[in-house]
């Protein structure tokens, strides 16, 4: 398979861009039921989604009507291609797009002036408000004839949406905006029916290119693993921009080859004539790239999205940029919130474990857990002072422990030895006593732990990723097997749900949305999107996480938001 896999990543690469002129549309036009198709026979070599380019029309509308074609295609095979497109893109489930005026239970709300939220089962307003970082005096100002007792499906004004200096109306003619004029510090840009995108990848072609494959797969080694990171990247962005395509919206990948050491080539790539007309740019992938790009963006003023990095500090003093993978800081700001919401009652034990041999990551862990914990206890009104024990080792759980109530352990460390070694022996210790163990989601997949352990503890950790949830991908998944053999990595819907959010919110609204992503939060099948930033000259932060428990033997994600 690896082999396989291979040629598709250089297929995709060397010929993605190919034109599109040599094809013409099939003058064979027939009614079935009613709808006008084109019937379509497929050239050799031609692909689905270049087909879809060809009438204007979306995959979903091919594989509506040719649902055999999810499993693949051949040459010869005719496909019927509907006039019109009639797929109907999903929109962030949390995000009023529509522009009529909704009637709820809080009242009427203009949804062309609101960004709003729609409740939905279980939630609380507390939970509302504090994901919009809101008060309920604040929400009753702008939401007419609103009550704390909240229901499903109600609509909830949260923010005003900003008026643009220049608006565009659909009934005139496009104005170009002064280039002065400006949302914050940033301009602002007309909508457009095409737009180029620039993704900035680690492909390395250099060295793939000159892999012996058969050799690969004869010494079962891998494909190097950061080009096959790069690959389902990729493919998870490009299949999302072919299901947005419709004939008002178009969206032109730009690929760039390049390694994040690289540092000489990077500078090229800014300073290219054909760089500066990019609408987007997603990548690099790690910190030291990005950078480089991120401040020829900021220049340039172009929206730069950075994917895998962790680093808050590449965001400073940059509108433009934002990043969708949290921080360990906000995974552990998040389970501290998951504890004192969910976990802790007047009676609970919280025990933090002190760090590993002095580690210094631990030791910042630890210490920002702590304070995190301890203010938001004092917020809500808690007297003691100090409501966390930290201990050593099993010794000191032992103890700290305290019967008759629930003991949580909190165990914020990254070393594999001793994840295992205390895993262990604290379950051991656990047998038919009240203890819950938290940690870091490596845990979970660390290869000498036992999931009968990690059960038993009702192990829970917070992760940036829906991991439990990719079967809502099944029919991109079966697509993706049948061009290279294998599962995807969750590099494929990290790209997949980012070009989602992004493109899909560049399609509904316009190119300035860019400027207001903290009051756009959505959620995606993989990703939650949950924008933050500390002032107007910074970029956005992602804060959207998910926490995970075990339970009967199997992960759990809970309902925590």
């Not at 203009?110 to 970082?133: M, Q, S, W």
């Not at 009934?171 to 002065?180: G, H, L, N, R, Y």
């Not at 609408?279 to 999205?305: C, M, R, S, T």
């Not at 939060?521 to 939650?528: D, G, K, Q, V």
Request: proline share 4%; net charge positive.
């Amino acid at each position: 398979m690896l082999n396989f896999r291979c040629c598709i990543f250089l297929v995709f690469l060397i010929f993605s861009s190919m034109s599109l002129l040599s094809q013409t549309k099939s003058i064979n036009i027939q009614t079935i039921e009613g709808k006008k198709f084109y019937i379509h026979k497929i050239e050799k070599g031609q692909s689905l989604y270049s087909i879809a380019k060809l009438y204007t029309v979306s995959l979903e509308d091919i594989y509506k009507f040719n649902p055999e074609t999810k499993s693949g295609t051949k040459t010869g095979q005719e496909v019927k291609i509907p006039f019109a497109s009639l797929t109907t893109i999903v929109t962030p489930a949390v995000v009023a797009t529509n522009t009529t005026v909704i009637s709820s239970t809080s009242g009427v709300i203009d949804t062309n002036k609101f960004y709003c939220h729609k409740v939905t089962k279980g939630e609380t307003l507390y939970a509302i408000l504090r994901k919009y970082n809101k008060t309920e005096k604040e929400l009753t100002q702008i939401n007419p004839n609103f009550t704390s007792s909240i229901k499903e499906g109600q609509l909830i004004a949260i923010n005003p949406k900003p008026v643009l200096v220049n608006p565009v109306k659909q009934s005139t003619a496009i104005v170009e905006p002064k280039k002065d004029s400006v949302i914050g510090k940033g301009t602002i840009k007309p909508k457009k029916s095409n737009y180029t995108v620039a993704l900035i990848l680690p492909f390395k072609l250099d060295q793939t290119l000159n892999l012996e494959l058969n050799e690969l797969v004869k010494n079962k080694v891998n494909f190097p693993q950061v080009p096959a990171l790069a690959i389902d990247f990729y493919l998870g962005f490009k299949r999302c921009v072919d299901s947005l395509t419709t004939k008002d919206f178009e969206v032109n990948i730009e690929l760039y080859d390049v390694d994040d050491r690289d540092s000489l080539k990077l500078i090229q790539i800014v300073n290219e004539p054909k760089f500066k007309q990019t609408d987007f740019i997603f990548g690099p992938l790690y910190a030291n790239g990005f950078k480089i790009i991120a401040q020829k963006a900021k220049e340039l003023g172009i929206p730069i999205v950075s994917p895998i990095t962790q680093q808050n500090k590449m965001l400073y003093n940059n509108i433009y940029a934002s990043k969708t993978n949290p921080s360990q800081f906000t995974l552990l700001e998040s389970l501290a919130d998951y504890c004192i919401d969910s976990l802790v009652n007047n009676n609970a034990n919280i025990i933090l474990m002190a760090p590993y041999e002095k580690d210094a990551k631990e030791v910042s862990y630890v210490k920002a857990f702590k304070k995190y914990y301890n203010d938001k206890q004092q917020q809500l009104g808690k007297t003691i002072k100090d409501t966390i024990t930290t201990v050593r080792g099993l010794a000191g759980v032992k103890a700290a422990y305290k019967s008759g109530v629930k003991n949580i352990v909190v165990s914020l460390s990254n070393n594999q030895v001793f994840i295992t070694d205390f895993t262990t022996q604290l379950a051991v210790y656990a047998d038919k006593k009240d203890i819950l163990l938290c940690g870091w989601q490596n845990t979970s997949i660390a290869d000498n732990v036992d999931q009968e352990y990690l059960n038993q503890l009702h192990y829970t950790f917070p992760y940036q990723y829906n991991v439990v949830n990719t079967g809502n991908y099944s029919s991109i998944i079966e697509g993706y097997k049948t061009q290279v053999g294998i599962s995807p990595s969750e590099y494929f819907f990290i790209g997949f749900d980012i070009a989602l959010y992004y493109l899909n919110n560049l399609k509904q609204q316009d190119p300035n949305f860019i400027y207001n992503l903290n009051l756009l939060p959505s959620e995606t099948n993989y990703l939650r999107f949950k924008f933050n930033r500390p002032d107007a000259s910074t970029g956005f932060d992602n804060r959207g996480v998910y926490i995970f428990n075990y339970n009967n033997y199997q992960l759990y994600k809970t309902g925590w938001k």
